[in-house]
């Protein structure tokens, strides 16, 4: 039975309070300006608020908020219906005369190409307006019936911020004033607190002052530099994710970080990723590329293995290979998005028919996985085809994949929502979207059905009929990527990491020097056993010390004197504060035994 499918933001009533609260805030901004001065772009609801763009006479500053919010909240108290009007394109022009951008919409609307935020459309849209008070704008909606619906203690401006027109760098740049609304003031309150945590959660923060990686101009923008620390917990977080998909029936293999550019035009790619290829190198004749993704050097391999038999299939090859995009400078977000990217990529061959089986198996492997970090949910997004030429033109392929793996997650009874325009250019795909501890969503995980690629670059096995047949590949990686996973979860555990990922699992603090040789002893003792441990013998006094490691986030601290020496005792204390007196070192390796294997 297929499983229900989970309601969409756009649905909702908290997207229609934002999309409303989008147009109040224009409304109370152009106030602020003589008639026709101000210029109005488009103002969506997002995630979590709203936005407006505008062409200003002046640069606005937070200061403006305060008389901004006031007369939005009159504007609200006035309980305006918001009525909508559909229009023709000559009565539309007329209303927006000497509003360039509203008029480039119209435009769109009138040619039937795009919608009113530029997206392309599949038909000719109905032009229409939606009013309340004085203010018109060209918009489809919905809204709430009226502006009272909103409550007036429930919504704040965050903050403003420049951006291009239409997202192209060419254009103008206008202001864009971000706000967020709720439907109570605690929805208010919680979700500025978050906001709050999460600059404390930054994870290009907690990196430097918890030493883990660096970047230099030296090296270049978006290449990350990892200290011992910091490759220490990227080495556990990938050697867990190997030693689990192991276990899987995953295979392990190594492909060069070098390729003829050739075989991305064979596979597609070349058509659809020039622009985040890093230049081209030429040697002997042969252009080479740097690897931007793994997928054609997989099936290259599986192609040179020889020809495989329906028996050996489902045949899963895996790999943490280091790729290379040349993403834009402005899109740099410290390990969030990088040049230098580290895949744990997955590509499954196999037929058809074992499609849902291996879905089943991939996601037990998520939900393991996902506990594993504590991550307490999770959605998962069918990213479909949507109107646009980034697609490979095989309708028919499309079709049975989209319906496979549409079939596959219902099958599992695996919980999901639709998405156009989101898909791969060769195939759709179900993209795992985590929440952390402060509720926001990350998407991490993949898997795709790709019926294209494999016949593209000449695969075939010996099916039953002793045929040769064009295997399916299925696209998986648990982490998307090491970086980003790393961003994600020092945010997750704000640096405060389980015992069983924290780079060093406990400090051994020596009161005096006398207590050095002792805890050097201990410190062997431990590291035998498999924990990661350090000891700090400066000069520092012992309450600078625990005071250290209490900012470093470590674990355990160790702090040993005469009296522990002489009982072979060290005196546990953890990062919470939390003093647990002297413990053998036996009964200590013990608990931090078990709090590695409970995961805390």
């Not at 229409?128 to 918009?139: I, N």
């Not at 971000?178 to 930054?202: F, I, M, P, S, V």
């Not at 030429?389 to 049975?400: A, H, L, M, N, Q």
Request: with cysteine.
């Amino acid at each position: 039975m297929a499983q229900k499918k989970i309601s969409r933001y756009e649905d909702s009533d908290l997207y229609k309070i934002r999309h409303s609260a989008a147009h109040i805030m224009a409304q109370a901004v152009t106030e602020l300006f003589p008639p026709g001065e101000a210029k109005v772009a488009i103002g969506p609801p997002i995630e979590d608020g709203f936005y407006y763009d505008f062409d200003l006479p002046r640069q606005l500053k937070p200061e403006d908020f305060p008389a901004i919010e006031k007369r939005m909240r009159a504007i609200i108290g006035g309980k305006f219906e918001f009525k909508k009007r559909v229009v023709s394109a000559d009565e539309a022009k007329r209303e927006f005369k000497g509003q360039p951008y509203k008029l480039e919409l119209i435009e769109g609307l009138e040619k039937g190409g795009f919608d009113e935020y530029g997206n392309p459309l599949k038909e000719k849209p109905e032009i229409s307006f939606y009013t309340h008070d004085s203010f018109t704008d060209l918009c489809r909606g919905p809204h709430v019936a009226n502006t009272g619906q909103i409550n007036p203690d429930a919504f704040k401006l965050m903050n403003i911020a420049g951006a291009y027109w239409r997202g192209d760098e060419k254009n103008k740049q206008l202001q864009r004033i971000y706000g967020t609304a709720w439907e109570t003031a605690q929805q208010l309150e919680e979700y500025l607190w978050r906001q709050e945590e999460a600059k404390k959660r930054d994870h290009r923060k907690l990196g430097k002052e918890l030493g883990l990686f660096y970047f230099s101009d030296d090296i270049g923008p978006g290449i990350p530099l990892f200290t011992p620390k910091g490759e220490m917990l990227r080495h556990i977080a990938e050697n867990y994710i190997r030693e689990t998909q192991t276990r899987y029936g995953f295979q392990h293999v190594w492909t060069a970080n070098l390729v003829k550019e050739d075989l991305y035009k064979k596979s597609g790619h070349y058509d659809n990723y020039a622009d985040v290829m890093f230049p081209p190198m030429v040697g002997d004749g042969v252009t080479y590329r740097l690897k931007p993704m793994n997928c054609p050097s997989h099936m290259t391999l599986f192609k040179e293995m020889g020809l495989h038999s329906y028996r050996e299939l489902p045949l899963r090859f895996s790999e943490f290979a280091t790729l290379y995009r040349y993403e834009k400078s402005g899109e740099l977000t410290g390990l969030a998005r990088v040049r230098t990217v580290t895949q744990d990529d997955c590509h499954t061959f196999c037929t058809e028919e074992q499609i849902g089986s291996e879905c089943a198996l991939t996601f037990k492997l998520f939900n393991e996985v996902f506990a594993r970090y504590r991550f307490s949910s999770y959605v998962v997004r069918l990213s479909l085809r949507g109107e646009g030429g980034k697609y490979v033109k095989d309708p028919e392929k499309w079709d049975r994949a989209e319906a496979a793996l549409r079939k596959a997650l219902d099958e599992n009874n695996v919980e999901y929502y639709e998405a156009e325009g989101e898909a791969a250019f060769y195939g759709p795909k179900a993209d795992i979207i985590a929440r952390d501890v402060l509720g926001r969503e990350w998407q991490l995980s993949t898997f795709q059905v790709d019926f294209i690629q494999p016949a593209r670059l000449g695969l075939t096995y010996i099916g039953e009929d002793n045929q040769e047949h064009t295997p399916v590949v299925l696209h998986r990686a648990v982490m998307g990527s090491t970086e980003r996973f790393l961003a994600v979860i020092i945010e997750h555990f704000a640096g405060a990491f389980p015992v069983w990922l924290a780079p060093v699992q406990a400090v051994l603090i020596p009161i005096a020097d006398r207590h050095t040789a002792y805890a050097q002893k201990v410190a062997e003792q431990l590291k035998a056993a498999g924990l990661r441990v350090e000891v700090n013998a400066g000069s520092d006094r012992m309450s600078a010390k625990i005071r250290d490691a209490q900012n470093q986030k470590v674990p355990y601290m160790l702090v040993m004197g005469d009296k522990e020496m002489e009982s072979g005792a060290v005196a546990l204390r953890l990062r919470s504060g939390e003093d647990l007196g002297a413990i053998s070192v036996d009964a200590f390796l013990s608990r931090a035994k078990e709090d590695i294997e409970k995961g805390d």
